[in-house]
C-alpha cells in the first residue's frame, strides 16, 4: 500500500445517526449508525465491511453531513465538520468528496462529462480560473484513463466502468484528500472492477488520498485496503489490520462472514441450518 | 504525470448530443403514421392561422345578406364559399380561419401563462416545502375541485366577456394542474443520485433546484401543455358558445357553434364545421402528447420497435459443429 | 456429480444453436446468438457470464417465458420434446412440472397479497390435484423441506414478512412443489447477503442429492458457480465461448474470455497490481461485431479473429471451446 502519514487526517468519534421511527403510535428511536469511532491518515485504505442493514451506507452519508448525524464528531484536520455552518461546510466539502454505488444514477443525465467534471469549479469559484478549466477536464479524463474524447459525450453512451471513472474525475476536481467510496464497484461486472479498483488504487498511490471504503466483497477488500472494520447493527464489531483480521478473526461474526464468502469456502458441505447466524444480523424481522 | 501532450488542447470543448439523440423524436415519428399525421393536421392548422388572417380579414367579415345560408360543397360563389355561408351571409371558410386564429391565440396563450406560472410556482413550492408547500397546495386544490366553467361563468358574469378576460379565466383555472405536476416531478427527481452527488460537491440548494433538478422537470411540463391546448381548446370552446367568453367582433369557433345552434335542421354546416374544426385540433393536440409521453416511457418502448425483419438473419456464426460436451 | 448420470444418457435439456432476436427502437437485437447446451439428469451446470452475455434470455427461454414479440429459433428438447413453437398448454404442462425456475427477485415472484401458504396450496391443488387437507400437510412439509422453522405458523405470513432470504426459501418451496426435473435457478442469491446466500446454496445441493433434480445455476459470480455446478458454460455476447467440468475450466482455461475472467477477480490477486482487467467495455446490444465477438478486447487476437468467428469445438474430452486457439491457449502457450 502506499506510505502512511502517521498522523491521522480524519477523526470520526463516536459517531450517532438515528431515525425516528413511527409504527402505528409507538415512536422509537433507531439508530443506524450505533456510535462509531475511527480515525484514518492520508495515503491509508480502511475498508468498511458488512451486509445490508449494517449501517455502512449512512456511516459514509454521515461522515459527510449528507444526512446530519445526531451526536459525535468527525474532525477533519482537527476542524469538527458537524460543528460547521452551513457556508462553512460547502466549503469543506472541497477536501472530502464521495464515489456512489449507482454509476448509473450518480451522474446528471443531461450534461456532458466536461459539464460534470467542472461542475465542482463553477459551484466553488475562485479556485481554478475560468479559462484552465478546459485544460484540467482533460487531465482528470487521462487521470482516469479515459480518452479525450469523452468530453463532449453525455453519459448516456457510457459503460459503468467508464461513468465511475468521470465521477472518480469529478471527485478529484477539488484536488481532495479524503475520498469516501459507497460500495464503488459493486454495480460492475467483475472485469470492469478492475479498471476502476486500479485507477483507485494508483491515483491514491499518486496523490496520497485517504480512502473510506465501504464494500461487501470481502476479497476486493482484502486486496485494497490497510486496515479493515466489520459492522453490524450501526457498529464496528472489529478493526484491525486486513491480514490480522482475515486470519485470525476475532468476533463471531467476523467469523461467520469469513466463513460465508463463496471466494474463501471450499466446498458446500455442512450442514444448512437456515440462515448463517441470523441473530447476528437481523433486526425485527423474521 | 499527464501534460495532456497527447490531447489537441481546443479553446473549448465542443458540446453537442450525439446525432442519433437529435433526431430520434422525428425517427420515431416517422414510424408512427397515425401520429405523424396528426402532427402534419396540427401544423397545417397553426400554420394557417397565423399567416392567412390579415389577408382574408375583410372578406371573412362580409357580410351579404343576398348570399345567406349558402349550401357548402360547391364554387358557385368562389372559393370563400367552398364551404357554404352563416346567417348574415359570411363565408364559413374564411371565418373558419379567422375563428382558428382566435382559439389558437387563446389557447396557446392560457397555456403558457398558466404553464410558467404554474411551473415557478410548483418547484418554489417544492424547494421550500414546509407550511408553505402545504398551503400553496391547499389552494391549488381548491381551486382545483371547483368545477371550472362554474368558476369561469362566475367570473366572466363580473368581468365583461372578451378575449384578455377569458385568457384569464383559463389561466386561473388551469395554474394549479402546472403546481402540481410540477411539484411532483420536482420531488421525484430530488431524490436521484445525482442531487446527493451535487450535494456531496457543495452545491446550494437553489442551484439544484435551478441548475440540475429543472433540466428534467421541463419536458414533464412540455408534455402536459401539449395535452393542455387541447383541454384549453374545448374549454374555451365551450365558454363561448354559452356565450359568456367572447363577443363579436371576435369571433371563435366556440361563438360559431352557438351561432349556428339555431338553425341546424335548415343549415347544418353553420354548427358542424366549427365543430369539427375544434374535435380535430383536439385530437391532434391529444394523440401528440401522448406520444410524446409514451417515447420517455421505457415501459412503452415496445411500440416503438423496428418489427422484426420478415426472415430470420443469417447467424455470423458457423452455428454448432463438432462434439459437445 | 450424480453417480447415475452416464455418458450415454439422452441429455435432458438439450439446447441447440438457440437464437433470440427481441425488437428495439434501433433494430433487432440479438440477444443469444447460436447456443448449444446440454444438461443430463441430475447435473449441475452453470451458466457463467457478465451482464450482456445473454445467460439469463438462455434461462428463460428453455421455460418459453420469452415474449411474444420476441423470436426463437434453434431447438430446445426437454426429454426429446420440442419447446421452441409448443403451444401454451404444452408449455404451461411442462412449467414446474418438468422444468421449474428460481429468480433472482424473491419479492417480486411472489402475489403480495396471498398468504405463501395459499400460493404453494394452490399449486399442490390446480397441478396435483390435491385435496384441501392434503394440500395443505404437504405445503408445510415443503417449507420446512426447504429450511423454514415453524413452517405450520409460517403459512400463514405474507410475502412481505419474510426476510430476503426466507422468501428465496419459499420461492424455491414453490418451484419443487411439483418434483421439477431441472431446476432454473436465475441468479437466486444476488440480491442477498453472504452469510444467507451459504444457506441458499447448501440447500439447492441438498435438494438435489435428495430429489435427483438437475440444476442450471444462472450466475456472474465465479466463486458461488464453484460451489454449486459440477459443469460449467461461460457466456460472451449471447454465445457460449466455452464449456467443461468447472474446476478444469478454471484452472486451465481454454478460451482467453474465460482466462481474462480468472484473473480479473480478486480472489485470484493478491495484490492489486495483479488484477487485470479485460481492456474496452462488454459488448454491446446494437453493435454486431464481425468474427469473434471478443476480439477487440482480446489479448491474443489475430486477424482471422476479425473475420471468421470460431465454431465451438472440442479441446479435450467433456471440454469445448470457441476459439481459434482454443488449444493452445489451454497449453498456456498464447
Known amino acids: 500500500m502506499a506510505s502512511v502519514e502517521s498522523d491521522p487526517i480524519l477523526v470520526v468519534s463516536d459517531l450517532r445517526q438515528e431515525f425516528v421511527v413511527t409504527r402505528g403510535l409507538r415512536r422509537t428511536r433507531f439508530a443506524a449508525v450505533d456510535g462509531v469511532s475511527f480515525s484514518i491518515s492520508s495515503g491509508e485504505s480502511l475498508a468498511i465491511v458488512g451486509e445490508s442493514g449494517s449501517g455502512k451506507s449512512t456511516l459514509a452519508r454521515a461522515i459527510l453531513r449528507l444526512v446530519e448525524p445526531t451526536s459525535g464528531s468527525v474532525s477533519y484536520r482537527g476542524r469538527d465538520l458537524l460543528a460547521l455552518n452551513a457556508a462553512q ?105 478492475a479498471q476502476v479498483i486500479r485507477v483507485l488504487m494508483s491515483l491514491q498511490q499518486e496523490l496520497g488520498l485517504a480512502y473510506v471504503f465501504i464494500s461487501h466483497d470481502l476479497s476486493l477488500v482484502r486486496l485494497i485496503a490497510d486496515r479493515v472494520a466489520v459492522m453490524s447493527k450501526g457498529r464496528f464489531v472489529e478493526v484491525g489490520d486486513v491480514e490480522d483480521v482475515y486470519t485470525a478473526p476475532q468476533h463471531p461474526y467476523t467469523q461467520a462472514l469469513l466463513g460465508a464468502d463463496p471466494a474463501l469456502m471450499d ?17 425485527g424481522t423474521p | 504525470m499527464s501534460t495532456g501532450k497527447d490531447a489537441p488542447m481546443p479553446n473549448a470543448i465542443a458540446r453537442h448530443r450525439p446525432a442519433s439523440a437529435r433526431w430520434r423524436r422525428l425517427r420515431l415519428l416517422r414510424r408512427s403514421p397515425f401520429t405523424a399525421t396528426m402532427a402534419i393536421v396540427l401544423a397545417i392548422i397553426a400554420l394557417t392561422a397565423l399567416v392567412v388572417p390579415p389577408f382574408i380579414a375583410d372578406a371573412a367579415e362580409q357580410q351579404n345578406l343576398a348570399l345567406r345560408f349558402v349550401e357548402p360543397f360547391s364554387l358557385d360563389h368562389g372559393i370563400a364559399y367552398l364551404l357554404g355561408a352563416d346567417a348574415l351571409g359570411r363565408p364559413m371558410l374564411l371565418q373558419l380561419v379567422m375563428g382558428a386564429r382566435t382559439s389558437l391565440m387563446i389557447a396557446v396563450s392560457a397555456v403558457v401563462l398558466a404553464g410558467l406560472i404554474g411551473y415557478a410556482i410548483g418547484m418554489f413550492s417544492a424547494y421550500v416545502g414546509g407550511w408553505v408547500d402545504a398551503a400553496l397546495m391547499r389552494i391549488a386544490d381548491i381551486i382545483h375541485t371547483v368545477p371550472s366553467l362554474l368558476l369561469a361563468l362566475a367570473i366572466l358574469y363580473v368581468l365583461q366577456p372578451s378575449v384578455t378576460n377569458l385568457i384569464l379565466v383559463l389561466v386561473f383555472t388551469r395554474t394549479p394542474m402546472y403546481m402540481r405536476v410540477a411539484r411532483a416531478r420536482t420531488l421525484e427527481v430530488r431524490e436521484g443520485v445525482f442531487v446527493e452527488a451535487a ?125 459437445l460436451s | 456429480m450424480n453417480p447415475t448420470a452416464s455418458l450415454d444418457q439422452q441429455p435432458l435439456l438439450d439446447i441447440a444453436n438457440l437464437t433470440v432476436t427481441f425488437p428495439s427502437e434501433h433494430g433487432p437485437v440479438r440477444a443469444v446468438r447460436g447456443v448449444n447446451l446440454r444438461l443430463r439428469g441430475g447435473e449441475s451446470l452453470a451458466i457463467l457470464g457478465e451482464s450482456g452475455s445473454g445467460k439469463s434470455v438462455t434461462g428463460k427461454a428453455a421455460l418459453g417465458l420469452i415474449g411474444s414479440r420476441v423470436r426463437l429459433t434453434g431447438s430446445i428438447r426437454f426429454e426429446g420434446d420440442e419447446i421452441v413453437g409448443a403451444d401454451e398448454n404444452r408449455l404451461r404442462a411442462l412449467r414446474g412440472r418438468g422444468i421449474a425456475m428460481v429468480f433472482q427477485d424473491s419479492l417480486d415472484s411472489l402475489n403480495p397479497v396471498y398468504t405463501v401458504g395459499s400460493q404453494l396450496e394452490e399449486i399442490l391443488r390446480v397441478r396435483m390435484g ?23 405458523t409460517r403459512l400463514h405470513h405474507y ?40 444457506g ?115 479441446v479435450e474430452p467433456g471440454r469445448s471451446s470457441a476459439c481459434h486457439y482454443a488449444e493452445e491457449v489451454l497449453r498456456g502457450e498464447r
Open chain 2, 199 to 323: 450535494r456531496a460537491i457543495g452545491s446550494r440548494r437553489s442551484r439544484i433546484i435551478l441548475h440540475d433538478i429543472r433540466p428534467l422537470v421541463t419536458p414533464t411540463i412540455l408534455t402536459v401543455a401539449m395535452l393542455e391546448i387541447a383541454t384549453v381548446i374545448l374549454t374555451a370552446a365551450g365558454l363561448s358558445f354559452l356565450g359568456i367568453g367572447l363577443q363579436r367582433p371576435d369571433v371563435d369557433w366556440g361563438m360559431m357553434v352557438a351561432d349556428g345552434r339555431g338553425y341546424l335542421s335548415s343549415a347544418w354546416w353553420v354548427t358542424v364545421f366549427p365543430g369539427v374544426a375544434v374535435v380535430i385540433t383536439a385530437l391532434a393536440a391529444n394523440v401528440l402528447s401522448n406520444w410524446l409521453r409514451a417515447i420517455e416511457d421505457p415501459t412503452q418502448s415496445h411500440l416503438f420497435a423496428k418489427p422484426l425483419p420478415a426472415e430470420a438473419p443469417a447467424p455470423t456464426s458457423s452455428a454448432n459443429l463438432g462434439s
Open chain 1, 89 to 193: 461546510m460547502r466549503a469543506a466539502r472541497r477536501d472530502l468528496q464521495m464515489i456512489f454505488q449507482d454509476p448509473y444514477a450518480s451522474l446528471h443525465p443531461r450534461r456532458t462529462v466536461a459539464d460534470i467534471i467542472s461542475e465542482p469549479w463553477r459551484v466553488h469559484p475562485g479556485i481554478l480560473p475560468r479559462t484552465e478549466w478546459d485544460a484540467r477536464v482533460l487531465e482528470l479524463l487521462h487521470q482516469v484513463g479515459l480518452p479525450p474524447s469523452y468530453a463532449a459525450q453525455f453519459p448516456g453512451p457510457l459503460s459503468g466502468g467508464e461513468r465511475q471513472r468521470v465521477a472518480i474525475a469529478r471527485a478529484l476536481a477539488l484536488s481532495p484528500e479524503v475520498l469516501v467510496l459507497d460500495e464503488p464497484v459493486s454495480a460492475l461486472d467483475v472485469s470492469i472492477q
Open chain 3, 159 to 198: 410475502p412481505h414478512q419474510f426476510s430476503g432470504g426466507m422468501r428465496q426459501r419459499v420461492c424455491i418451496a414453490m418451484a419443487i412443489a411439483l418434483r421439477p426435473r431441472v431446476l432454473i435457478a436465475d441468479e437466486p442469491t444476488t440480491a442477498l447477503d453472504v452469510t444467507v446466500q451459504a
Open chain 3, 130 to 152: 390435491r385435496s384441501r387437507s392434503d394440500a395443505r400437510r404437504e405445503a408445510i412439509a415443503l417449507l420446512e423441506q426447504v429450511g423454514i422453522t415453524s413452517p405450520e
Open chain 3, 200 to 314: 441458499i446454496l447448501r440447500l439447492l445441493k441438498r435438494l438435489q442429492r435428495e430429489t435427483g433434480m438437475a440444476l442450471i445455476f444462472v450466475t456472474h459470480d465465479l466463486n458461488v458457480a464453484r460451489l454449486v455446478a459440477d459443469r460449467v458454460a461461460v457466456m460472451y455476447a449471447g454465445r457460449v465461448v466455452e464449456t467443461g467440468p468447472i474446476d478444469e475450466v478454471y484452472r486451465r482455461p481454454a478460451h482467453p474470455y474465460s482466462r481474462a475472467l480468472m484473473h480479473s477477480h480478486p480472489s485470484a490477486a493478491t495484490s492489486w497490481s495483479e488484477l487485470h482487467p479485460i481492456p474496452g467495455n462488454g459488448p454491446s446490444k446494437s453493435v454486431v461485431v464481425a468474427g469473434c465477438s471478443f476480439h477487440p478486447r482480446c489479448p491474443v487476437a489475430t486477424e482471422r479473429c476479425a473475420s471468421e468467428d470460431p465454431p465451438m469445438l472440442a
Open chain 1, 267 to 283: 466446498s458446500l458441505d455442512g450442514d444448512d441450518p437456515g440462515d448463517i447466524a441470523p441473530e447476528l444480523r437481523e433486526r
